[in-house]
Nanobody
């Protein structure tokens, strides 16, 4: 099982990034997928979730209207489009796959929002 995030980097406030999470080793389409983030000195927090078939999404309040979670089950890939980025969005972003009692995590990708 492998989850590999990519697309992080340094961006100015107001900019955009698109994160990807490539999955392998399990039936991606059967799992609900989520993006989490962890800023230095803070607990890991849930950012967005999407159901296994992509019919339903949910977001933490601080990113609603700015971030969009999506998935392509044909490519076993999860995405997070992040617009209007703010310094408070600076964190390591992780993807998570979950189904019943099974949970898999990626290694994370750094997002830094700074002038």
């Amino acid at each position: 099982v492998q989850l590999v995030e990519s697309g992080g980097g340094l961006v100015q406030p107001g900019g955009s990034l698109r994160l990807s999470c490539a999955a392998s080793g399990f039936t991606f389409s059967s799992y609900a997928m989520s993006w989490y983030r962890q800023a230095p000195g803070k607990e890991r927090e849930l950012v967005a979730t999407i159901t296994s078939v992509g019919g339903s999404t949910d977001y933490t309040d601080s990113v609603k209207g700015r971030f969009t979670i999506s998935r392509d089950n044909t490519k076993s890939t999860l995405y997070l489009q992040m617009n209007s980025l703010e310094p408070a969005d600076t964190a390591v972003y992780y993807c998570k796959a979950a189904m019943r009692f099974l949970t898999y995590w990626g290694q994370g990708t750094q997002v830094t929002v700074s002038p």
